[in-house]
């Protein structure tokens, strides 16, 4: 069985706002674990984890580069995204924090970093930068400065695949 590897997104990620269908990116470092050879991280989402402030309908849509809408769509590094609509949250009385609980697993959205690394080092020989590039959209309203969203990922590396 495939070792998993979990990717924890902070609330501080998310903590400037956006307006409604407007995203906010991140791009996450990977463990070296993850990285791959060449800094590639090359790998498979098995679940996704959204604990939010809000009730709100979430998308999270994942791409190959920081440069996530090129002027020229043919070098567009698309490579997924999951809904959640606000249904789908849950809440636990137990939790005094009031938070909204999103999961899904058996996931296999593929990801990869294609974005090349121009401090190549000897300490640092990774070709591609070795990172995650994420959009968060709220598709219910905007989302507050400051509202608490982390996000959590099961990665496995597909170096893990024969």
Same mark, same amino acid.
């Given at each position: 069985?495939?070792?998993?590897?979990?990717?924890?997104?902070?609330?501080?990620?998310?903590?400037?706002?956006?307006?409604?269908? *407007?995203g906010?990116? =991140?791009?996450?470092?990977l463990?070296? =674990?993850?990285?791959?050879?060449?800094?590639?991280g090359?790998?498979?989402?098995?679940?996704?984890?959204?604990?939010?402030?809000?009730?709100?309908a979430?998308?999270?849509?994942?791409?190959?580069?920081?440069?996530?809408?090129?002027?020229?769509r043919?070098?567009?590094?698309? %490579?997924?995204?999951?809904?959640?609509?606000?249904?789908? =949250?849950?809440?636990?009385?137990?939790?005094? *924090?009031?938070?909204?609980?999103?999961?899904?697993?058996?996931?296999? %959205?593929? %990801?990869?970093?294609?974005d090349?690394? *121009?401090?190549?080092?000897?300490?640092?020989?990774?070709?591609? *930068?070795?990172?995650?590039?994420?959009?968060?959209?709220?598709?219910?309203?905007?989302?507050?400065?400051?509202?608490?969203?982390?996000?959590?990922?099961? %990665?496995?590396p597909?170096?893990?695949?024969?």
């Amino acid at each position: 069985m495939p070792m998993e590897f979990e990717v924890r997104i902070p609330k501080s990620t998310w903590a400037a706002g956006a307006a409604q269908n *407007t995203g906010l990116d =991140a791009d996450i470092a990977l463990s070296d =674990a993850l990285r791959g050879t060449g800094g590639n991280g090359r790998c498979q989402v098995k679940s996704i984890t959204i604990v939010s402030q809000d009730n709100h309908a979430w998308e999270l849509w994942a791409f190959a580069s920081a440069t996530r809408y090129p002027s020229n769509r043919d070098n567009n590094k698309f %490579l997924g995204r999951w809904t959640f609509s606000a249904g789908d =949250a849950v809440q636990n009385s137990a939790d005094g *924090t009031s938070s909204f609980y999103y999961y899904v697993d058996g996931n296999d %959205l593929p %990801l990869r970093d294609d974005d090349l690394n *121009t401090g190549i080092t000897p300490t640092n020989p990774s070709v591609n *930068t070795g990172k995650l590039h994420l959009t968060l959209i709220d598709r219910t309203g905007a989302l507050v400065a400051g509202h608490d969203v982390v996000i959590e990922l099961r %990665l496995v590396p597909l170096s893990q695949f024969p």
